[in-house]
């Protein structure tokens, strides 16, 4: 812990990481060692935010902004409902598949200034499905590289926000796949290099196929 102490203030910064949750008396006591408390003048709380960075090479792994996951399927493993998940970007890609998590947020957020930029990349090379979501979970700002199958929403319906989905090369590629029932909501979603290096006479590619889901409920298509 840091003390600053000015004529009519103290000023103090703690370490919490680990601390039991629960409420804490604030006790403060003078040079002249008179004494003032105020009982239960804070509390430590659960963060509902998982940080996730592939940079850490600490050997650590927690969640915590000191000491964040590697990968974003281990941080939204740790993730319970109503949390996010802050993924920050290094300059290199995240490995998928990605498979989101219910009622979970998953934003692309550049807390670590030191390296990167505002935009973590979810990479999979392959002809399996880059991201694959769940109800009531969101993906946001994320660019995508996608091979066959950028996102895929088997009969789930997640918000999808401000991503780029880029690169479709193999046949029958589906930038974003809306499937059996899926509402999905897309806000701000942007598609790139359908057909990259890839000869159209032997290939169907779509920036989005959306296959046996009912557009009666339009709000989210």
């Known amino acids: 812990s840091e003390v600053w102490v000015s004529e009519n203030e103290v000023t103090c910064s703690l370490d919490l ?4 949750l629960g409420l804490y008396d604030v006790v ?8 003032g408390s105020l009982p239960e003048g804070f509390e430590v709380v659960q963060s509902n935010v998982i940080y996730v960075d592939d940079s ?3 050997g650590i792994e927690d969640g915590s902004m000191q000491h964040p996951y590697n990968t974003i399927q281990e941080g ?13 970007d290094s300059g290199g890609d995240y490995m998928g598949p990605v498979t989101l998590v219910a009622d979970v947020a998953l934003i692309s957020v550049n807390w670590d200034d030191s390296d990167g930029d505002d ?28 091979h066959r199958c ?15 989905v880029v690169n479709m090369r193999y046949g029958t590629a589906r930038a974003v796949w809306l499937r ?3 509402h999905a909501h897309l806000d701000g979603v942007e598609i790139y290099d359908v057909n990259n290096n890839t000869n159209p006479g032997y290939a169907t590619f779509y920036g989005m196929l959306i296959d046996s ?6 709000e989210h298509v």
């Open 17 to 20: 990481t680990g601390a039991p």
């Open 119 to 146: 935009e973590a990349r979810i990479y999979i090379g392959s002809t399996t499905s880059c991201v694959l979501g769940a109800d009531d979970a969101t993906i946001e700002g994320f660019e995508i590289d996608g």
């Open 76 to 88: 939204l493993a740790a993730a319970s409902a109503g949390w996010e998940v802050w993924v920050d």
């Open 213 to 218: 889901c009912d557009a009666s409920g339009g």
């Open 28 to 35: 403060v006591i003078n040079p002249s060692l008179m004494e």
């Open 150 to 164: 950028g996102i895929e929403c088997n009969g789930t319906s997640p918000d999808i926000i401000d991503c780029r």
């Open 180 to 182: 059996n029932g899926s």
């Open 56 to 58: 850490n090479t600490s």
